[in-house]
Structures are given as C-alpha cells and as structure tokens.
C-alpha cells in the first residue's frame, strides 16, 4: 500500500494521490494510453505543445518526452477509477491465479485509501 506524491516545487507542496501502487500504475499506463489517442488530433497536439513551447519550436525527443511526461503527471490520477475497474475486470480474465490474488490484494488495500482521495489531501513540503 502506497501513497503517490506529485510535487509542486513552485508551491512547495507535495499533492499526495492515495493509491495502491499496482492502481497507480495502472493509472499511468492510462494516462500514457489517453495521450497516444489525444495527440492523434493535430489540434489537439498543437495546443498542448504551444502551452509550453513557442509555436515555432521543433520538438525533439527531449521535448516530445516532456510532452507525454507533463500530461501523465498532470491527468493520471484521473484514471485510478477506470484503472481499478479495470482491475477488477481482469479477475475474471485468463490470468494466472497468482496474478488474480496480487490484483485482488491491491484492490482490497486500495479501498483503504478511496477516503483520501476523496478528500484531495496536500502536504506541505518539510
């Protein structure tokens, strides 16, 4: 059982996204999903790029993984309830019994920390 920080270093706060570790990743491996269909769009691509490059700017791969970074950073604790029920779903898929037990596990402890979420907690950086 995790709890998943994202620092705000301007701020001097750490926004600490309660979740099980294997939910957050899951998460994140969404959110990385939800940019590959997003950018598909050119108009969407150029907004997003235009917020923190001039609209002249080549992208390197250096920018392109910022891009992508930025977007998880920011929209993937939007995906923990799609990534828990996708979870859930997998209990009944063709997966080892081991595996089903650790996902079956990780839903369970992460039900602990749905309060926290729920709340939107902050803690400030010491």
Request: charged share 25%.
């Amino acid at each position: 059982m995790n709890d998943t920080s994202d620092k705000h270093a301007a701020s001097g706060e750490v926004k600490v996204v309660h979740a099980h570790q294997l939910v957050a990743n899951t998460a994140m491996e969404m959110a990385n999903v939800l940019y590959d269909q997003m950018m598909e769009d050119n108009a969407m691509y150029k907004a997003w790029k235009d917020k923190y490059y001039a609209p002249t700017h080549n992208i390197s791969p250096k920018a392109a993984k910022f891009l992508r970074d930025k977007f998880v950073e920011l929209y993937w604790a939007s995906c923990i309830t799609p990534a828990r029920a996708t979870l859930a779903a997998m209990l009944t898929g063709p997966y080892d019994d081991d595996y089903k037990q650790e996902i079956d596990r990780a839903l369970i402890l992460d039900m602990t920390l749905i309060k926290g979420r729920q709340k939107g907690l902050t803690a400030k950086l010491h």
